[in-house]
């Protein structure tokens, strides 16, 4: 059948009222950290330490066991935050990685 392209200026009518999950990916340093700590009640969780220069409700992890020690005072606190912000992906994958290799050594 093939794809069918949308006519210019249609407006497809959105199926969900709120995305659960969304990631923005784009060169460095255009503004999307800034962007999303502007979301009422969100949390930027700050992996990369690369927040310094924003004003936000933020905290700074440097591990996994410190994310998951936020993940649980969140819990714990009942999700006071309406939005989590993860920043970055590149720097979580890399914890993910540095963590998988020691499990892997471990074993």
Request: aromatic share 6%; with cysteine; hydrophobic share 40%.
């Amino acid at each position: 059948m093939g794809i069918i392209l949308p006519k210019p200026n249609e407006i497809i009518k959105a199926n969900l009222v709120n995305p659960r999950i969304m990631i923005a990916y784009s060169e460095p340093k255009i503004g999307k950290s800034s962007l999303f700590a502007k979301l009422p009640d969100s949390l930027l969780i700050d992996i990369e330490d690369g927040s310094g220069f924003i004003d936000a409700t933020k905290v700074r992890v440097e591990s996994l066991a410190e994310l998951g020690e936020v993940g649980r005072e969140i819990i714990k606190h009942k999700f006071p935050y309406k939005y989590g912000i993860l920043d970055t992906a590149t720097a979580l994958e890399i914890l993910c990685e540095e963590n998988a290799t020691e499990m892997y050594k471990a074993s």
